[in-house]
């Protein structure tokens, strides 16, 4: 069945008269319609490509694990260790690769090996839903996020043409996520390279690609070479002193240390002057407070969840420990 029935589809395209619809569809067509204006897809490729998805036809969504995948700090032991040792050995695996790509983007190996491990277990869970047919169902649902959907769906259809890709074939996330990098379309088409030069961005096979769009990504976003990223705190913070409810204007930190802030012993002080926020992570009943800095708030854009920046830490902590590196 073409969406809505292929011959209304297309008259609607072609701007013909058209019999009565419900609202819904009507909009449909109309957004349909100006992807073909706006962007100069063939309406009748356009319409055999999405035709058989029927409206509603949602793909089977399996049930939210207990722990979410992407968010390493809740993660058990267990996996973490796994995810670690894995981090571990890619980093030497691609050690010269990695190096090229921390000297090109400024962003040290084992933040771009932590995104990847977190992302798609080093992509080995890439997701399984057709991008396609994800983000066309959810594009001409009810739901509130239908314009964003509709957005993304554009995004993938241009990035396939950009890339070569028969836009059937792409599997990923149920919110179109793609590659070993996870990117939704819009992302990955902003902010995705071609580091190995072959011309392709290819984010579901190339180490060099993946890495390098990891990298590309935060840099673009403003990562600072040579800054801490987190440093845990002494105890609680002193009564007056509350937790950043923002991370885009953070004060100085001899700010927090006038205020009577405290890192935990041993703890190296960081740059007088340099913009820092304090963040709360509730953890199995324990509060763990930290002071974070720029490159936090950098992979925050990445996911906003802050105990998923946090988790991106721990597990660049990790791979980078004794033997990882050099
Ligand atoms: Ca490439």
């Known amino acids: ?11 609607l395209l072609f701007g013909l008269a058209v019999p009565v619809q419900a ?3 009507v909009a449909r067509h109309a957004w349909l319609a100006q992807l073909v204006k706006q962007d100069r897809f063939d309406p009748v490729w356009l319409d055999d490509l999405l035709g058989e998805f029927e409206a509603g036809a949602r793909p089977r969504v399996p049930p939210k694990p207990a722990v979410p995948r992407t968010c390493f700090t809740t993660q058990p032991p267990v996996v ?20 090229r790509v ?4 400024g962003v040290p190996a084992p933040f771009v090996v932590a995104l990847w491990g977190i992302e798609s277990r080093y992509g080995t869970d890439m997701g399984n839903f057709p991008i396609l047919k994800s983000l066309f169902t959810q594009a001409v649902g009810r739901s509130s996020r239908v314009p964003f959907f509709r957005e993304q769906l554009r995004e993938f259809l241009l990035l396939s043409r950009e890339e070569g890709w028969d836009p059937r074939v792409p599997k990923g996330s149920y919110d179109g996520a793609i590659g070993q990098v ?17 011309g392709r961005r290819a984010v579901y096979s190339s180490p ?45 930190w001899k700010w927090w240390r006038k205020k009577g802030l405290r890192l935990a ?18 953890e199995r009943g324990r509060d763990r407070y930290h002071v974070v800095f720029n490159n936090f708030r950098v992979v925050t854009l990445w996911n906003r969840y802050r105990p998923f920046a946090m988790g991106v830490g721990e597990l660049a902590a990790r791979v980078a420990r004794k033997g990882s590196r050099e």
Not at 102 to 105: A, G, P, S
Not at 186 to 198: I, M, N, P
Not at 266 to 276: I, K, N, Q, S
Request: glycine residues 12%; proline residues 10%.
């Open 1 to 11: 069945m073409r969406w809505g029935g292929g011959l209304v589809g297309l008259s």
């Open 23 to 25: 609202a819904g569809v």
């Open 80 to 99: 973490k260790a796994q995810v670690e040792k894995e981090g571990r050995r890619l980093m030497s695996t691609h050690k010269d690769l990695l190096k």
């Open 102 to 105: 921390e000297k090109h983007y």
């Open 182 to 198: 996870q990117m939704l379309p819009g992302t990955l088409r902003r902010h995705a390279v071609d580091f190995d030069g072959d």
């Open 208 to 252: 060099a690609d993946v890495l390098g769009s990891i990298a590309a990504y935060l840099a673009d976003n403003g990562w600072r070479r040579g800054q801490p990223y987190s440093l845990p705190v002494a105890g609680k913070p002193p009564p007056g002193v509350a937790v950043s409810r923002t991370l885009s204007k953070m004060p100085p």
């Open 265 to 282: 012993p041993g703890v190296a002080e960081p740059p007088a002057d340099l913009p820092t926020a304090l963040i709360k992570l509730e």
